[in-house]
């Protein structure tokens, strides 16, 4: 009798049986990675999520003027409203002058029409004492009552998200007809406050390369005794806080400082120098606070190059700084992009620093974000910063896996 010939459906039924036994190990290992997963979606993706929600998250129009949005439905957006929206107008600003929430409506608008702070607060005093016909009164208070703009920002603002906040950001505003443009030449600073952060990022992240790579070179090479005090040394800086290293550089850079001392005893000059608040101030200790971030990743790779390599270019005549240069250091190239991108993308988000040593010239996209939160009260517009600088970053990171590739870009 011949035997029976494998069919197709063996090895499928094989392969459906071989995946069912492994569904318990995968379950399980599944459910290990849980608290991790839901640590993640705690501290990283719901932050980042509010994040872009605040950025265009806009109540207080709304919450404020729910009448006269409504009535602003029907306005064409020619001329000043009809009575209607002056009536619901009156008795928003009634409501919020009783339950105090003018002030905020009055902030919201100021963001866009300067002054208007003070013209809401001043109408919702008189909202409960003016009488009908309200367009008139409300234009009699104020002239600006009568202004087309203000009641197309109005009626824009009632919207309940906005690209106001983020375009703002990008130095544009919206005008009363919807078109984009760009900010007025005074108003237009974060376009160039995101310039300044790339730029100083970029400086710190050569200057740590050009520093740092002679020292991975030198602990990769030395012996194992002597390579573990220098990596002791490398790393003692990451074990004081970040707060403690920048204060430190502020007595070394003040006018009466070291650095100054050893210039003048040195002779490089006759007189002390600037050298806190200033951009080489921030640049140096950004540098310093960088260093082993870029040096560590360097290392770890040159570690895992033989030495072989090296004596085998030697021994087919390569002269030292031709076998270093084509043999050795493309090999080094994962750690250096490595480290590279590890001190651009951190430099990107430093705020201490700057604002202890740099001067007012030198402050990055982090201060401002800080002010904005802090002082401002505006968490629209800094949550739109942060969303700025978290777009910049990836696109950055996009751009470097592109042209460098991600296989090639190691930690060790």
């Not at 850079?253 to 080489?280: H, K, M, P, Y």
């Not at 970053?393 to 991600?406: D, K, Q, S, W």
Request: hydrophobic share 55%; charged share 15%; glycine share 8%.
């Amino acid at each position: 009798m011949t035997p029976d010939l494998p069919t197709r459906s063996q090895p499928a039924g094989l392969d459906r049986a071989v995946r069912k036994a492994n569904r318990p190990a995968s379950r399980a290992s599944f459910s290990l990675a849980i608290p991790l997963l839901l640590f993640l979606l705690v501290t990283f993706v719901v932050p980042i999520v509010s994040l872009f929600a605040k950025a265009v998250d806009n109540p207080e129009t709304r919450s404020v003027l729910p009448a006269t949005v409504a009535a602003l439905d029907a306005w064409p957006g020619a001329g000043a409203p009809d009575e209607a929206v002056f009536a619901a107008f009156a008795r928003d600003l009634a409501r919020a002058a009783s339950g105090r929430t003018a002030a905020g409506l009055g902030k919201r608008l100021n963001y866009e029409i300067p002054g208007m702070r003070s013209r809401v607060i001043t109408a919702a005093r008189s909202a409960g004492v003016v009488q009908a016909p309200f367009k008139a009164a409300f234009i009699k208070l104020d002239p600006v009552w009568g202004d087309p703009i203000v009641w197309a920002t109005i009626k824009r603002d009632g919207r309940r998200l906005t690209p106001s906040y983020l375009l703002a950001a990008a130095d544009l505003r919206q005008t009363a007809d919807g078109a984009i443009v760009p900010a007025p030449a005074d108003q237009r600073i974060f376009l160039g406050i995101l310039g300044r952060t790339l730029f100083i990022a970029g400086l710190v992240t050569v200057l740590t390369l050009v520093l740092g790579y002679p020292v991975a070179y030198a602990l990769a090479l030395a012996p194992p005794l002597l390579a573990s005090v220098m990596m002791l040394c490398i790393l003692l800086p990451l074990w004081t806080s970040l707060l403690v290293r920048t204060t430190a550089w502020v007595v070394l850079l003040q006018t009466n400082g070291v650095v100054n001392d050893v210039i003048l005893a040195l002779g490089l000059s006759s007189e002390r120098l600037q050298l806190i608040f200033t951009r080489f101030g921030t640049v140096a200790a950004m540098t310093h606070i960088q260093l082993p971030f870029t040096i560590l990743p360097i290392a770890s790779v040159m570690r895992t190059i033989p030495a072989a390599h090296m004596r085998a270019a030697r021994s087919l005549g390569a002269p030292p700084a031709a076998a270093f240069w084509q043999v050795y250091a493309p090999q080094t190239l994962p750690g250096v992009m490595a480290g590279g991108l590890i001190t651009f993308i951190l430099s990107l988000g430093y705020y201490i620093t700057p604002a202890l040593v740099g001067g007012p010239n030198d402050q990055m996209i982090s201060n401002f974000i800080s002010i904005y939160i802090n002082s401002e009260l505006n968490w629209g517009l800094a949550s739109a910063l942060g969303v700025v600088l978290l777009v910049v970053t990836l696109g950055i990171y996009g751009v470097f896996l592109r042209v460098v590739g991600a296989d090639k870009l190691r930690l060790g």
